[in-house]
């Protein structure tokens, strides 16, 4: 149980282009789901919060025009990057918790976004 | 000071080899525990979830928590090449939907 999935796992896209990436759970209600952002060999950076049907909570120096997040359902969430430039290519992630869940959090597989 | 820190190694011990990994905290508030893998290329993996103070095994794997010390540990016993990967420790507060943060993380390899 507690599956959450994400695509596309993989997508390259021009600069000044926009990239939405979806997040789903798969076997239960996500109250709550989260966006991170990974650069190569460095830990999960939080990007914002989100609960379904509010707007999402952002961590400080995230750009919330630039990282558009929707949560309109309990079980999808999206992040759109608006008008990607090279430096917002990263491996971004999705983690998800419900009631099902207790206090853990659980992951996407992740997308990896290259913006040439 | 980060909130949880953690050494991000590399690590590496030979298959067979107990391993022990560990992070220090700095927020008394934090209540929730858990251990992440990570392979490359993938998203984290949840390996052991504690509250507050104390042990939990599951197989393999023993989580410890020593909240008088801010100090956690997750133990492998006899590892394998296959648990080769990163892995995060993560904490959170007993409050509604906090987030949780993560150390580094620590890059472990058992060599066959």
């Known amino acids: 149980g507690a599956v959450v999935s994400q695509h596309p796992s993989r997508v390259i896209c021009k600069s000044g282009t926009s990239v939405k990436i979806e997040c789903r759970s798969l076997?239960?209600?996500?109250?709550?789901m989260f966006w991170y952002r990974q650069f190569p060999k460095q830990s999960l950076m939080l990007m914002a919060t989100?609960?379904?049907?509010?707007?999402?909570?952002?961590e400080q120096g995230v750009e919330k025009d630039k990282f558009l997040i929707n949560h309109a359902s309990l079980t999808l969430s999206t992040l759109t990057v608006t008008s990607a430039h090279p430096e917002d290519s990263s491996f971004y992630i999705c983690?998800?918790?419900?009631?099902?869940?207790?206090?853990?959090?659980?992951f996407g597989p992740g997308t990896r976004l290259t913006v040439l | 000071q980060k909130e949880v820190e953690q050494d991000p190694g590399p690590l590496s011990v030979p298959e067979g080899a107990i391993v022990s990994l560990n992070c220090t905290y700095s927020?008394?508030?934090?209540?929730?525990f858990m251990w992440y893998r990570q392979y490359s290329r993938k998203g984290p993996e949840l390996l052991m979830y504690?509250?507050?103070?104390g042990n939990k095994e599951d197989g393999r794997f023993t989580a410890q928590v020593d909240k008088s010390s801010k100090y956690i540990s997750l133990f492998i016993r006899d590892s394998q090449p296959s648990d080769s990967a990163t892995y995060l420790c993560?904490?959170?507060?007993?409050?509604?939907?906090?987030?949780?943060?993560f150390g580094k993380g620590t890059r472990l390899s058992v060599i066959a």
């Open positions: 076997d239960f209600q996500a109250t709550t």
């Open positions: 504690t509250y507050s103070s």
């Open positions: 993560a904490c959170r507060r007993n409050s509604g939907n906090t987030p949780l943060v």
């Open positions: 983690s998800a918790r419900g009631s099902v869940t207790g206090e853990s959090q659980f």
């Open positions: 989100s609960n379904e049907g509010s707007k999402a909570t952002y």
């Open positions: 927020n008394s508030a934090f209540q929730y």
